[in-house]
T-cell receptor, first 115, second 111 residues
Framework: NAGVTQTPKFQVLKTGQSMTLQCAQD?????MYWYRQDPGMGLRLIYY???????DKGEVPNGYNVSRLNKREFSLRLESAAPSQTSVYFC??????????????FGPGTRLTVL | GQQVMQIPQYQHVQEGEDFTTYCNSS?????IQWYKQRPGGHPVFLIQ?????EVKKQKRLTFQFGEAKKNSSLHITATQTTDVGTYFC???????????FGAGTQVVVTP
C-alpha cells in the first residue's frame, strides 16, 4: 500500500498562473483533507471532503478550489496563484470508526513557490 | 472558533535530558492527537487521547489529557537525537474528523 500520494513534489509558479495539486489514497478512506503549512503556524485546513461528492471549506479556503473526483482522489486547484500562496501543501485522509475518527494519514507534501 | 495554542515554540535539549511541551485549547475538545514531523517530512501520527485525565505512554513519551479536556502535554524522558523534529498537538472533533493544529514545538537535540 502506498498510503497517501501527492504530485508534484515541488512546483514553482509565476503570479497569476494556475495549477492543480493531485492527491490519492489507497486506504479506502471516506474523508480527505487539504492543509497548508507555513513557518510558525502549524497546519491550517484549506478544504475537506467528508465523502465522495462532498466538499466543504476549512479555515483558509480563499484562493483555492477542490474536487473530490472519486473516493480515492482529492485535488486542490489554484486558479490564479499569488505569492501569499507560497507554502507546503499536505493532503491527508481519515476514516470514522464508530463514533470517532482514526488518525489522519498524510502525504509527502508539495512544496510550492509563487514568484 | 476553536484555537489551539502550543508552547514552547522551540526547545533546545541536551541528549539525555527531559522536556515537556504543552497544548491548550480555547474550547473543550472531543479528543486530542499528537503528531511528529521530521525536518523535510510530513506529520506522522503518535497518539490519540479521548478520555478526561487520560495518560498514555509510548516508551520514553508520556501523553496526558487534562481533566477539563482543554489541555494536553507531551513529556519526553532521556531525549535522544532521534527525537529531533516538530511535535504538533491537534484538537479533534467527531462530526467530520477535522483537526485544529497547534503551531508546534520544534525540538533540537544537542549531543
Amino acid at each position: 500500500n502506498a498510503g497517501v500520494t501527492q504530485t508534484p513534489k515541488f512546483q514553482v509558479l509565476k503570479t497569476g498562473q494556475s495549477m492543480t495539486l493531485q492527491c490519492a489514497q489507497d486506504m479506502n478512506h471516506n474523508s480527505m483533507y487539504w492543509y497548508r503549512q507555513d513557518p510558525g503556524m502549524g497546519l491550517r485546513l484549506i478544504y475537506y471532503s467528508a465523502s465522495e461528492g462532498t466538499t466543504d471549506k476549512g479555515e483558509v479556503p480563499n484562493g483555492y478550489n477542490v474536487s473530490r473526483l472519486n473516493k480515492r482522489e482529492f485535488s486542490l486547484r489554484l486558479e490564479s496563484a499569488a505569492p501569499s500562496q507560497t507554502s507546503v501543501y499536505f493532503c491527508a485522509s481519515s476514516e470514522r470508526l464508530g463514533t470517532r475518527f482514526i488518525e489522519q494519514f498524510f502525504g509527502p507534501g508539495t512544496r510550492l513557490t509563487v514568484l | 472558533g476553536q484555537q489551539v495554542m502550543q508552547i514552547p515554540q522551540y526547545q533546545h535539549v541536551q541528549e539525555g535530558e527531559d522536556f515537556t511541551t504543552y497544548c491548550n485549547s480555547s474550547t473543550t475538545l472531543s479528543n486530542i492527537q499528537w503528531y511528529k514531523q521530521r525536518p523535510g517530512g510530513h506529520p506522522v501520527f503518535l497518539i490519540q487521547l479521548v478520555k478526561s485525565g487520560e495518560v498514555k505512554k509510548q516508551k520514553r513519551l508520556t501523553f496526558q489529557f487534562g481533566e477539563a479536556k482543554k489541555n494536553s502535554s507531551l513529556h519526553i524522558t532521556a531525549t535522544q537525537t532521534t527525537d529531533v523534529g516538530t511535535y504538533f498537538c491537534a484538537g479533534g472533533e467527531d462530526s467530520w474528523g477535522k483537526l485544529q493544529f497547534g503551531a508546534g514545538t520544534q525540538v533540537v537535540v544537542t549531543p
